[in-house]
């Protein structure tokens, strides 16, 4: 092998290897800054104090349990929406359109992901949250159900095409058998095509939630940022990602403050990672399931 | 019988409801911003500096500028290492190390945005004391991007039949002589597309160089990577938030309508460039 091919292929290796470096380097990072915090704060009073407030005049508050709450309420709601319409488009790709409407509407869907996120959330400040105000009666649409609305519409394109790659994937026999027994199109998609992907849908799922809890714009601009403990989604919430996002422009690089929102950073890493390795498991199971 | 039917009917229609629903979201979305947008859309508003006083005097070209230099950075950060990667694991790699750099590339596309920004900021920003620079918004941005391109690219490797690699070997061509002169050819387009699908993503993206550190307000254009920038992502943000002016509203949509029309000019071109590179292949 010649020298210039020897080179070559050391570049090619370094490449390879640099997903590793940069997930490693996040991870001791985050780790390393974020760890720290726990000098001064118990990893019980940050992981189940309800009040967040660094900045209080006298004792500072640091628990983030209303920050996390504000990200499961959002995902939650989030999910409520995208799981069922994006299920049912990918359905509707997959076995009932035909295939001029599916021409267009796959990459229309596809293309909801390519709108940044900052647009939606424009849309949604001015638009939609006076109309969830007016809907429920509120004084404020900027809300955890206006987030939740927005998160949805961006999680289900994520939800969709998965969605539709799994059930498009089965095998045909399995329609066919399924015809041929006299079950009509509903009854095949419902009790044999559905249930035949459902760890491939239960992939798409996690990937969706894992978008959902890490959407920091929209969230930041529409969700309504109060700090207190949210009790329904009709309150304003403060998601992990808004706050991140509110005060690590405000802190002082190496004060506690800082260090602690680099602790709820690595709750985030550490939760999509976790999120990640169970939608691998499921898309496994649906490979050795079908040949997908 | 007949209640059956009318099952299947109302099931088929709550379906075809959801999968033009969606379009239709996504449609009211675009109508929305260029209806505001357009209103303050000028030849004045595309070319003028920023002016923070008077807002309806001043242009976003510092913001559009900003922008592009940012795709530019991305491009010249992720895509060499992208592509790389993408044959190394697809051409070269086997065995544990490849199936533990898959692992990671996976793990890499699930991170949330927020904590690239935050990476970017403690390591780029502050530890490389970059400082609050297009280098290290592009640098950040570029980490966010990778496993994007380098998915795309082993897309596009595995649509390249093995039997143009065996016929590159019998002809005694080396390993890398045959991944330039077989395969590469022959999967560029593939890795062309989906490299500009990423990197348009990630001109859109706001929550990193939040953190890193776009700037509002410049009256110049950024001179090298290591100036200070605005970027239209950002700069619409701020608008729509926290401006006192009446008329943020309608210059944040028209700020939006320019990145919107960016990004689908590059998602377009490359539907476009893909449905003729489709035509072309033979096999």
Same mark, same amino acid.
């Given at each position: 092998m010649s020298v210039k091919e020897k080179a070559i292929e050391g570049f090619l290796f370094g490449a390879g290897i640099s997903s590793v470096v940069i997930l490693l380097g996040i991870f001791l990072l985050l780790a390393a800054t974020g760890l720290k915090a726990f000098s001064a704060i118990t990893p019980i009073e940050f992981l189940l104090g309800t009040e967040w407030n660094?900045?209080?005049?006298g004792t500072p508050r640091w628990g983030i349990a209303g920050l996390m709450m504000g990200t499961l309420m959002v995902t939650a709601g989030a999910l409520l929406v995208a799981l069922p319409a994006g299920i049912a488009a990918a359905v509707y790709l997959a076995e009932i359109a035909k295939p001029r409407a599916r021409e267009l509407l796959k990459p229309a869907v596809e293309m909801i992901a390519g709108v940044p996120s900052v647009v939606l959330g424009l849309v949604a400040i001015f638009f939609l949250s006076p109309l969830v105000a007016r809907v429920f009666g509120?004084?404020?649409? =900027?809300n955890g159900i206006t987030a939740a609305l927005v998160v949805g519409l961006m999680a289900l394109p994520t939800v969709a095409s998965i969605s539709e790659d799994v059930l498009t994937a089965l095998p045909g026999d399995f329609r066919e058998a399924s015809l041929a027994l006299g079950a009509t199109r509903w009854q095949t998609i419902r009790m044999v095509l559905l249930p035949a992907a459902r760890s491939g849908i239960l992939a798409a799922a996690m990937l969706a939630m894992g978008r959902a809890v890490g959407e920091t714009m929209a969230v930041l601009m529409?969700?309504?940022?109060?700090?207190?403990?949210?009790?329904? =989604?009709f309150d304003p919430v403060r998601p992990m990602t808004a706050n991140i996002a509110i005060e690590i422009k405000e802190v002082v690089q190496g004060s506690l403050h800082f260090h602690a929102l680099f602790a709820i950073g690595l709750v985030l890493f550490l939760f999509t990672l976790l999120v990640n390795a169970l939608a691998d498991a499921a898309i496994e199971r649906q490979r050795g399931r079908h040949r997908w | 019988m007949v209640g059956v039917h009318r099952a299947e009917q109302a099931a088929f229609l709550l379906c075809r409801a959801a999968a033009w629903g969606a379009l239709a979201a996504l449609a009211l979305v675009v109508m929305v911003v260029f209806l505001e947008g357009a209103q303050v859309l000028s030849v004045g508003f595309l070319t003028r500096m920023w002016s923070?006083?008077?807002?309806?005097?001043?242009?976003i070209l510092p913001a559009i500028v900003g922008t592009l230099f940012l795709g530019i950075g991305v491009t010249l950060v992720s895509i060499p290492l992208g592509v790389g990667s993408a044959i190394y694991l697809q051409e070269y790699g086997k065995g544990h190390f490849a199936r533990a750099v898959t692992l990671a590339i996976r793990n890499l596309a699930g991170v949330p945005s927020i904590v690239y920004g935050i990476f970017g900021l403690a390591f780029f920003v502050q530890l490389l004391r970059l400082g609050t620079t297009i280098a290290a918004a592009a640098l950040t941005l570029g980490c966010m991007t990778l496993p994007w391109i380098i998915a795309a690219g082993q897309e596009a490797l595995k649509t390249v039949p093995d039997s143009f690699r065996e016929a590159s070997y019998a002809l005694g061509a080396t390993r890398w002589q045959t991944v330039r002169g077989a395969v590469l050819p022959n999967a560029f387009g593939g890795m062309l597309t989906g490299s500009i699908l990423g990197i348009s993503r990630a001109m859109g993206e706001t929550a990193p160089i939040l953190m890193v550190g776009a700037t509002f307000y410049m009256d110049y254009l950024p001179a090298s990577p290591f100036d200070k920038f605005m970027a239209l992502p950002y700069h619409l943000f701020i608008l729509a938030?926290?401006?006192?002016?009446?008329?943020a509203k309608s210059y944040a949509m028209g700020t939006a309508m320019v990145l919107i029309l960016l990004v689908f000019a590059l998602n377009t071109g490359m539907f476009l460039l893909r449905a003729k590179l489709r035509r072309m292949k033979t096999w």
């Open positions: 660094p900045t209080a005049y509120l004084t404020s649409g =900027l529409v969700a309504g940022n109060a700090r207190a403990f949210p009790l329904s =989604l | 923070h006083r008077d807002i309806s005097q001043g242009g938030t926290q401006h006192a002016s009446p008329l």
